[in-house]
């Protein structure tokens, strides 16, 4: 980097290309040994190798046969290394050859690109400029891409200039090159401008070029100028038309995105994975799941990045039978469970409530990561599993792999399901004093949210107040949550104030203030905060709740009446209602937050959206099946009580996911000790 001045020079060396031969042979046997074969035959042995230790023979023999002055075979060496990912290898080969040609350098820097050695390809290429060999069109591309993925704007720049000088701008290698780094440097005016100076010849030839700045135009939201470039282009493959759809995506125009994947002449598997991930992303998980299973009817084998979305767009509602699907296909389809496949796998199960299912998965993938094992302990924490969280982070202690931010994101929430608030605080000083990990916003809402729970108020507040980031809208509307489970008002209007200076229109600083209000009876103040949510246009977000039934997902809000059996949903709940109060299920009316009568408020209770996917559940299976519920907001203390009567009377267990934990209801009992 310090030798700036050799990137403005202009040196004057010749430079010539050679394309060498990608024709394949047998490896070398060894009673070949008596006879040295020529070049020919060892450059073809060289990209024929398959192993480092094929690579090793072939250089040997190299030796043997004196042959090691051959540019091209020492060329070959360290392009079959950098193929290989044993780019270490190359670069022995090329500090052992001499003289140095442009040849081996563009070999070594191409490598070095290729294995993501940024920093080293930018180093070799000054040192071939100190060494006076002059760089050409395939030495550029490639030191391009290093600077803009090192994010060095100034590097990216001098190299424009240096191409310039050279006259190697007209290139369509380089042109396109330059253009992607300028976008990478989220330049896209000056990557426009670059496109638009562009002649027409490379234009007409370089589909590549129109493809990196329809995606550019994409990534910044420029869709307009992405769908006119996608028009107006020469000729489109593949690519233009999925860099198009996914720029849809990412804006949101679902239906814009699907009229042009049906318009497509051709689909290929990221075509399939840009649709599944792209609705998954914009929250409608079963049209992603239809997308992925319509994917394999039509014969496309999806790669590992449609897998995980698939199996995260499961995760998200809860749909386990759709994810074992995809398991069994995994299974019968020679998949391997690597990390990020079977990271998904594991996180799919934990989220879909079979917790025993992800610990299996868990056991069986290979090269367990960092993120392997926070997947599984935070599966643990969110099941309410305290031992086996604290047993899994002691497992991956003796593994020898040390724990990040993430994991103790998974230890404070086991510690706070569990009621563990002196270990929980043990975890949250040792990151910082035995890890050297500084506490995100993220841990200390867990701190508050831990001392909270466990109605230690003022201590909680006191962290907040003491804390070195900024609380935020999270971390406030944790200690209001706490005050409202013990009462404690005067702290509560505290917390309250905060949260309506953060974000004045949120509904949820509106709505914790009625909550506490109604929690004591004070109707009145009730009444003025709804007021203000009225004058203000503030609207309280629906509460909604997803229950899994033969493969097919089924939603519910409170109040639903849409469902095609609503008439028997109703019947089903009424009945499992009255059971209830027969075994000495009282309604908790406390939660209806209306200064109303008993009687109307247990109407009120009676159709929240996780007890209509209830008794959708029951008289939709068989005796004896789980019922799995998933819903977005955190459940209410009624439905929490007539789930457990529930689960006796029906002899089922029921697994209800909200937004904080999973309780798994059982013989009348939750797992969570009622301690949420």
């Known amino acids: 980097m310090k030798s700036l001045r050799l990137l403005l020079e202009h040196n004057s060396s010749p430079a010539k290309t050679t394309k060498f031969s990608k024709k394949t042979t047998p490896f070398l046997s060894h009673g070949t040994s008596s006879q040295h074969p020529d070049k020919t035959h060892l450059l073809s042995l060289i990209h024929a190798s398959k192993t480092i230790h094929e690579l090793r023979q072939i250089h040997a023999q190299i030796f043997r046969g004196n042959l090691f002055s051959s540019s091209n075979l020492a060329t070959g060496l360290i392009s079959a290394s950098s193929s290989l990912k044993c780019i270490d290898y190359g670069l022995s080969v090329f500090f052992l050859f001499d003289p140095k040609n442009l040849f081996i350098f563009n070999g070594l820097i191409r490598g070095l690109a290729e294995n993501s050695r940024l920093e080293s390809c930018v180093f070799h290429f000054v040192l071939m400029l100190r060494m006076r060999v002059r760089p050409d069109r395939l030495t550029y591309p490639y030191v391009l891409k290093s ?20 006259g190697a701008q007209f290139d369509s290698f380089v042109r396109v090159s330059l253009v992607d780094m300028y976008v990478k440097f989220e330049e896209v005016g000056f990557a426009q401008q670059l496109f638009d100076e562009t002649p027409e010849w490379i ?7 129109w493809n990196v700045l329809i995606k550019a135009c994409c990534t910044v939201g420029d869709l307009s100028k992405a769908v006119d470039l996608f028009q107006t282009m020469p000729e489109r493959n593949t690519a233009s038309w999925n860099s198009s759809i996914n720029g849809y995506m990412r804006n949101g125009d679902l239906d814009s995105a699907s009229r042009l994947f049906d318009e497509m002449p051709e689909k290929d598997v990221v075509s399939w994975t840009t649709m599944v991930n792209g609705f998954s992303n914009n929250g409608n998980q079963e049209k992603a799941l239809q997308m992925f299973f319509k994917m394999l009817e039509e014969g496309v084998r999806p790669n590992d990045l449609t897998v995980v979305s698939a199996l995260s767009a499961c995760g998200k509602i809860g749909a386990l039978e759709a994810g074992v699907s995809i398991h069994n296909y995994l299974k019968h389809n020679g998949f391997q469970l690597k990390k990020a496949v079977g990271n998904a796998l594991v996180d799919m199960y934990a989220k879909c ?22 997947v599984m302990i935070w599966g643990w924490a969110i099941h309410g599993r305290f031992q086996q969280a604290i047993e ?18 998974a ?4 510690c706070t399901h569990a009621g563990q608030v ?36 003022g201590q909680a507040l006191n962290i907040i107040q003491r804390m070195p980031i900024t609380p935020d809208f999270v971390i406030w509307g944790t200690l209001f949550s706490a005050c409202r489970a013990h009462k ?11 949260l309506l200076e953060l974000e004045p229109k949120h509904p949820g600083s509106y709505v914790f203030l009625s909550n506490v209000y109604a929690a004591v009876g004070r109707w009145e103040d009730v009444e003025r905060v709804r007021l203000l949510m009225q004058t203000k246009g503030v609207e309280k977000d629906p509460g909604w709740s997803y229950v899994e039934i033969g493969g097919k997902v089924h939603s519910f809000v409170a109040g639903d009446h849409s469902h095609m059996h609503a008439k028997e949903i109703y019947l089903k709940l009424e009945e499992m209602v009255t ?56 459940v209410c203390g009624d439905c929490h009580s007539l789930m457990k009567y529930a689960s006796k009377m029906s002899q089922r267990e029921i697994v209800l996911r909200d937004i904080k934990r999973f309780h798994h209801f059982k013989n009348g009992n939750c797992s969570c000790g009622d301690y949420w």
């Open 203 to 209: 234009k007409s030839r370089s589909l590549l070029i």
């Open 147 to 166: 600077a803009a993925g090192l994010r060095l704007c100034w590097l990216g720049r001098t190299l424009h200039g240096r191409i310039v000088k050279c």
């Open 353 to 374: 409530g079979n917790i025993e299912a992800a610990s299996k998965v868990f056991g069986e993938t290979k090269d367990k990561d960092i993120l392997t094992w926070s």
């Open 422 to 457: 002196n270990l929980g605080l043990n975890f949250f000083d040792s990151m910082r004093l035995d890890y050297s990990i500084e506490p995100t916003i993220k841990h200390y809402a867990l701190i508050v949210d831990l001392l909270g729970r466990a109605g230690r108020l």
């Open 579 to 634: 059971g209830a109060r027969e075994q000495g299920y009282l309604p908790e009316t406390g939660w209806v937050l209306h200064n109303i009568e008993e009687e109307e408020k247990e109407d009120a209770l009676g159709s929240h959206s996780e007890k209509l996917a209830l008794a959708f559940g029951v008289f939709s299976t068989a005796p004896g099946t789980t019922i799995r519920i998933v819903k977005n907001l955190r």
């Open 411 to 414: 230890l404070l929430t086991a």
């Open 488 to 498: 404690n008002i005067k702290m509560a209007e505290l917390a309250s104030g905060k």
């Open 392 to 409: 899994y982070f002691k497992q991956m202690m003796y593994s020898g792999i040390k724990p990040d931010g993430v994991v103790f994101l």
